[in-house]
């Protein structure tokens, strides 16, 4: 049996609470682009600075987030679905 190692430390609150929902465009499909909020960001921050000395990690960008569609759905989405503007229909030919 393995035992999981417990850490007695108090980690501070994030300084930044999380931020008011903003709306995006996500690609539904090829030419498809609709309107979602964004509610929650997931990303992995690392340890505060000084608190693991040897240790260096780089900040971490949201890869997830949950969005709400018009319709009333969630889903957890990759960013790198999301645009910020929605993108001009390219005409096929």
């Known amino acids: 049996m393995t035992e999981q190692l417990a850490l007695d ?3 501070p609150e ?7 929902p903003r709306t ?3 690609n539904r ?10 509610r929650t960001r997931y990303a992995v ?8 000395p040897h240790v260096t990690t780089a900040p971490a960008a949201p890869r997830n987030v949950l969005v709400e ?5 969630r889903d957890a989405r990759p960013v790198r679905l999301l645009r910020t503007k929605k993108p001009r ?3 096929t030919p």
């Open 29 to 38: 499909g090829p030419n498809r682009w609709e309107p979602v909020i964004v």
């Open 69 to 73: 569609r018009a319709d009333g759905s």
């Open 14 to 20: 994030p300084a930044d609470p999380e931020p008011a």
């Open 45 to 52: 921050p690392g340890p505060p600075p000084g608190l693991f």
């Open 9 to 11: 430390l108090v980690l």
């Open 24 to 26: 995006y465009w996500e």
């Open 89 to 91: 229909n390219r005409e």
